[in-house]
């Protein structure tokens, strides 16, 4: 089973940046359009080859990691 997983990381100016990863499809615009909706304005958007892809059935699970 594949794992999804989201990267958010905000620079030292506030800058916020959402990756996902292991989301295939469409399906990640509406994961990343969550995020996109907490934080408001969408500067810009970047698809990766996994928006391409088919989508699979994956299991959720959410680890949050600070970096200093």
Same mark, same amino acid.
């Not at 698809?47 to 391409?52: A, I, M, S, V």
């Given at each position: ?16 940046? !959402?990756?996902?990863? $292991?989301?295939?499809?469409? %399906?990640? /615009? ?5 995020? !996109?909706?907490?934080? $408001?304005?969408?500067?810009? %958007?970047? /698809? ?21």
């Amino acid at each position: 089973m594949a794992q999804e997983e989201l990267e958010i990381e905000i620079d030292k100016f506030g800058k916020v940046t !959402v990756k996902t990863i $292991g989301i295939k499809g469409p %399906r990640c /615009l509406e994961v990343a359009e969550s995020f !996109v909706q907490l934080l $408001g304005q969408e500067e810009s %958007r970047e /698809l990766t080859n996994e928006y391409y892809e088919a989508e699979q059935q994956v299991r959720s699970h959410i680890d949050i990691k600070r970096k200093y």
